[in-house]
């Protein structure tokens, strides 16, 4: 069975500092990687997605990928308040289904 | 990316019936996700929709319980059948709105309790 693992949390961080998310995933014939927002009581929002290895950065938000260890991780530069939520990640499998497994979700909490 | 309207934003059902929830989309697509998030917890793949053929099924969901339609490549709707208390939750769909897999955006749920 393919699984997506996450520190479920609470990560807490201090106002201005940089919050680090992990994920890993078991399907090694995964292709793309996503992460998710959701703040309590919405939807999941996409804030960003990663297909190569290395670093994609998106304004504060970078994510980066190691297909090798199976591991994507989401880092968030100069924390806010408003960054306190629930942050998924997602993999999409191979072949044809495209079909997303999510993890549970790590819960992180800005502290002003 | 697409948007997606989908009602009824919430409900509170009696056990023992059932409920339809509407996915409205602004664009065509070819496939429509139908997830379940129950309560803090991640979301959990029910079903994927095509346009013209029989929804697919993820273990532990059944046809009977979770009819699907998918009349158009625009709109699909889920039926939580014979409802119980186990079924509340919250209830998503979700498009490949940019295809190949460039992101899947989500509608506002469903918020369903059942009593």
Redesign the interface.
């Known amino acids: 069975q393919k699984e997506v693992e996450q520190n479920s949390g609470p990560l807490s961080v201090p106002e201005g500092a940089i919050a680090s998310l992990n994920c890993t995933y078991s399907d090694r014939g995964s ?2 990687f ?1 992460w998710y927002r959701q703040y309590s009581g ?5 804030i960003m ?1 990663i297909y190569s290895n290395g670093d994609k950065e998106d304004g504060r938000f970078t994510a980066q990928l190691n297909k090798a260890s199976q591991y994507v991780s989401l880092l968030i530069r100069d924390s806010q308040p408003s960054d306190s939520a629930t942050y ?1 990640c ?1 993999v ?1 499998s191979g072949g044809s ?9 790590t819960l992180l909490t800005v502290n002003p | ?1 697409a948007v997606i309207s989908q009602k009824p934003s919430r409900d509170i059902c009696q056990r023992g019936t059932s409920l339809t929830i509407q996915c409205q989309v602004d664009s065509q697509v070819t ?1 429509m ?1 139908w997830y379940r998030q129950q309560p803090g ?5 029910i079903a ?1 929709a095509n346009q013209g053929s029989e929804a ?1 099924y993820e273990s532990g969901f059944v046809i009977d319980k979770f009819p699907i339609s998918r009349p158009n490549l625009t709109f699909s709707t889920l039926t939580v059948s014979n409802m119980s208390p186990e079924d509340s939750s919250i209830y ?1 769909c ?1 498009v ?1 709105g940019q295809g190949g ?9 469903t918020r369903l309790t059942v009593v």
């Open positions: 292709q793309s996503f919405k939807s999941p929002e996409l997605f998924l997602a999409l289904n495209y079909k997303l497994t999510f993890g549970k979700g | 990316s496939m996700f917890q991640s979301l959990t793949l994927t697919t998503l979700s490949d897999g460039y992101g899947y955006t989500f509608g506002s749920g």
